[in-house]
Nanobody
Framework: QVQLVESGGGLVQPGRSLRLSCTTS????????MGWYRQAPGKQRELVAT???????NYADSVKGRFTISRDGAKNAVYLKMNSLKPDDTAVYYC?????????WGQGTQVTVSS
């Protein structure tokens, strides 16, 4: 069974950067597009970035120009580089494949942006 493991979160000040990592036990990235999601307290999980199998990317308007999604097939990893972080970016971040049904969700990684 595919397991998704997110890491790299933390507490940062506004304007700073973080890079999140998502690794999996299987080589799914060559088969499916992948996405980074986030869920803030009291809000629904939202999709913030996707990367397709051909490397094309898409971003939510709220993160466009600040976040960059990338992947490394050799390492079975997907990354989310987050620049110019804002307090509104505070959330638990998850990755998952763009397919239905999706894989079981991992534990996510907490990102807190606060001064």
């Amino acid at each position: 069974q595919v397991q998704l493991v997110e890491s790299g979160g933390g507490l940062v000040q506004p304007g700073r950067s973080l890079r999140l990592s998502c690794t999996t036990s299987g080589s799914i990235f060559s088969t499916y597009a992948m996405g980074w999601y986030r869920q803030a307290p009291g809000k629904q999980r939202e999709l913030v970035a996707t990367i397709s199998t051909d490397g094309s990317t898409n971003y939510a308007d709220s993160v466009k120009g600040r976040f960059t999604i990338s992947r490394d097939g050799a390492k079975n990893a997907v990354y989310l580089k987050m620049n110019s972080l804002k307090p509104d970016d505070t959330a638990v971040y998850y990755c998952n494949a763009q397919k239905f049904p999706q894989y079981p969700w991992g534990q996510g990684t907490q990102v807190t942006v606060s001064s």
